[in-house]
């Protein structure tokens, strides 16, 4: 085929291609055309084909240019949509009988697919037509401008548009991107910082976080309706950035409605609704988790510094177990149980539990109210889930070893007295603290349980051995071993006739079962039921302390004593006998009368047996009162300087810590000292403290200083020695 032939050829498709544009392809023979097309090529006229295409193509979208130009603005979109759904058409048809040259010409000699070359002309022709592209673009942003503004419009319209631009970007997103995305994103930021202001300064955080979430769902809705998936993620982050980022601190701290107020009310379902908010922007939520925290420690603070809350130690922990359980849930439900804010949760409980060593006795004491009575007539899984919830708080203390010095001596006290609720209780507690802390924490515990029952066992030989009865007096014994219990000033006493002389039948039995075993009498840690006769011949059975009993036997033979007469006769420490005395002086229980007015004991004081003494009970309890009642003009207790006193529990302080525990850490500091030295030979300061640290966080947090001193102090008995040539080296001295 020569060349004149492939322009006659080519005139023939021409006319074709132009019936195509005029909605007239029913009536040819597309397998001629096809045929013509494929000869064009086979005989090298491609380039005749190629170019003619490209020149019809561009003539006519010319031509339907003007009609688009010229469109009014409330016709124009329906215009271009109109236009572009015939170019489609026309150009699948034109496509069809050239796809022999898009097979082999077009890739050989690096040109435009003929489909993809009518997408080129149409773009410049017409989408980018000088009295079209801005005005498209106006028309599509004021479209979705009125839809934020809660007006209708036609969403086909709008993502039928938005695919042409996507479309004539020719496999890539350019046109669309520069012809509406960047302008689109620009408006969305503007439009969302002006709504946001506005929002945020006329109603409440919950409002303004509906509002925010509603328009999040709105321009996801969009994104899925009519804007392409490409834009999704940009969109995404300018709506996080103005709806949320910009006014993160603002809604947490909101005044009456912010975070402050939902964690103070509760407010679960909005607290959720910010989180959620929030996590599309992970920066901020880490604010929240700071806001949470603050709210805590601050409440927490308030809780330990009120002083009525503080008279009742079970109210107390009653009022953090609250809390704890309130912040579980608003974690759980409103952080969906997030890891994160369930520690910055552990570190605001940790903070304010160990502000100083009182909470240490407060939960004490509310364990041992519950072993007491708080548990009676709950079932083993009732009491097991009470335990357990107490074990939650139990976890935020640091100074385990003074909870473990006063629970000690609240389960002597309830062990010897008989007054827990249930030894399996007692047992399950037991357990929930060996698993917390450790098999050491809880040995001198189990220690004192077998003790117990020992001691139970004894007295049954004892009294089947017919001598627990002397002169009409029956002992009872309990036998503690001594690095069990909580260790007691070994004290002298002066018991009664009758009281010596039944210890010393018990003492020879015991003795004579057990060789090699030395029996110290404890009177103080004991109590006894006497028989007294008031006037009238009125009968009454008293429970009393030991120390009580001794006293009150002296008013067998007078019926009035001085202080000073009764110190000599029971040999009783000068504290516990005012204790004592004050107890039998008391309103309710005035078994004795003292001379002197008010709560005290003076040096001179009288006391007189109250013969007119009555009461509707046959048994009559008295109990002890505290020793702080029992302290005059500051005598009884006081410390040895720098935070010395006495404790909540009456106790010794030392630098604020009971006496006993501050010596107990003074050896466990040693021995860890040690045995880590034993294992390393040589080691480094920090590393030193570090590991002492470690190894001791189970029970007490030992501070650097502290451990520092005990260092000083096994150098100075040769544990220890410094390194020659660095100080900050010590060495293990075998």
């Not at 964690?263 to 604010?287: C, I, N, Q, W």
Request: proline share 2%; aromatic share 8%; charged share 30%.
């Amino acid at each position: 085929m020569d060349r004149q032939r492939a322009i006659t050829v080519w005139g023939e498709l021409s006319g074709a291609i132009d019936e195509i544009f005029r909605k007239n392809a029913s009536n040819l023979s597309f397998e001629h055309l096809y045929r013509n097309a494929y000869n064009l090529v086979l005989h090298k006229h491609a380039e005749i084909l190629y170019q003619g295409v490209q020149n019809s193509v561009q003539t006519y979208l010319n031509t339907v240019s003007t009609f688009v130009a010229n469109a009014s603005d409330e016709r124009l979109l329906e215009e271009i949509n109109l236009r572009w759904g015939e170019h489609q058409v026309t150009m699948s048809m034109v496509r069809d009988i050239l796809m022999y040259m898009d097979r082999t010409y077009v890739p050989q000699h690096n040109k435009t697919k003929v489909y993809d070359l009518g997408l080129r002309i149409f773009r410049d022709a017409i989408a980018r037509h000088p009295q079209v592209k801005d005005r498209l673009r106006s028309l599509l942003l004021g479209s979705i401008r009125a839809e934020r503004e809660g007006q209708l419009v036609d969403r086909s319209l709008l993502r039928s548009t938005l695919s042409m631009l996507m479309e004539l970007g020719i496999e890539g997103t350019a046109v669309y991107e520069e012809d509406f995305e960047r302008e689109f994103l620009r408006t969305t930021r503007a439009f969302y910082r002006a709504e946001s202001l506005d929002v945020i300064s006329k109603n409440t955080c919950p409002v303004y976080m509906r509002k925010a979430e509603q328009r999040l769902l709105e321009e996801q809705e969009r994104v899925a309706q009519y804007l392409d998936r490409s834009t999704d993620p940009k969109l995404r982050a300018i709506l996080e950035e103005e709806l949320v980022k910009t006014h993160a601190s603002s809604l947490i701290e909101m005044e009456g409605s912010g975070c402050r107020a939902m964690f103070r009310d509760g407010k679960t379902e909005d607290l959720e609704r910010m989180y959620l908010l929030f996590a599309r922007v992970p920066s901020t939520l880490e604010e929240l988790r700071g806001a949470m925290a603050e709210y805590v420690k601050s409440a927490g603070r308030e809780l330990v510094a009120d002083q009525e809350r503080v008279r009742e130690p079970v109210v107390f922990v009653k009022g953090l177990l609250d809390m704890r359980d309130k912040f579980d849930r608003i974690v759980s439900d409103a952080f969906q149980g997030e890891k994160a804010a369930q520690k910055k949760l552990q570190e605001a409980f940790e903070d304010f539990i160990n502000m100083d060593t009182r909470c240490a006795h407060y939960l004490a004491l509310y364990v041992d109210d519950l072993l007491k009575v708080g548990l009676k007539g709950m079932t083993e899984e009732d009491a097991d889930g009470a335990l357990s919830k107490f074990i939650v708080i139990f976890k935020f203390l640091q100074d385990k070893d003074v909870f473990e010095n006063y629970y000690k001596q609240h389960l002597s006290k309830r062990l010897l007295g008989g007054r827990s609720v249930n030894d399996e209780f007692e047992k399950q507690m037991i357990v929930k603290l060996k698993t917390e802390c450790g098999y050491h924490f809880t040995s001198k515990l189990e220690g004192m349980f077998n003790d117990m029952r020992l001691s139970k066992d004894a007295m049954e030989e004892f009294r089947k051995a017919g001598v627990s009865r002397v002169g009409g007096v029956e002992l009872e014994v309990n036998m503690l071993t001594m690095g069990y219990w909580p260790s007691q000033a070994l004290t002298t006493c002066n018991l009664p006739p009758e009281i010596k002389a039944c210890c010393q039948v018990f003492q020879n039995f015991y003795l004579n079962k057990h060789s090699g075993r030395k029996v110290t009498w404890q009177a103080g840690m004991g109590s006894a039921d006497i028989r007294a006769t008031f006037g009238n011949s009125r009968k009454h059975e008293l429970n009393v302390h030991t120390y009580s009993m001794c006293i009150l036997m002296l008013f067998n033979a007078a019926d009035t004593l001085t202080l000073e007469d009764i110190q000599k006769a029971t040999q009783i420490p000068e504290n516990e006998l005012r204790r004592n005395l004050i107890s039998l002086c008391t309103n309710k229980h005035r078994i004795l009368r003292k001379a002197s007015k008010g709560k005290g004991v003076t040096e001179n004081d009288r006391f007189t047996f109250n013969a007119d003494f009555t009461s509707k009970l046959r048994r009559i309890k008295v109990p002890l009162v505290s020793m702080k009642e029992a302290v005059v003009d500051g005598r009884a207790g006081e410390g040895e300087g720098g935070g010395g006193g006495l404790g909540p529990g009456g106790e010794r302080l030392v630098n604020g810590i009971p006496a006993a525990v501050e010596e107990d850490r003074r050896h466990l500091v040693e021995a860890a000292i040690v045995r880590i030295m034993k294992a390393r030979r040589k080691l480094g300061h920090n590393e030193l403290i570090a590991e002492v640290t470690r190894q001791l966080s189970m029970r007490f947090t030992a501070s650097p200083p502290f451990i520092k001193n005990r260092i000083e102090s096994l150098i100075e008995r040769d544990y220890l020695e410094r390194g020659a040539n660095d100080r900050k080296t010590y060495a293990y001295l075998a």
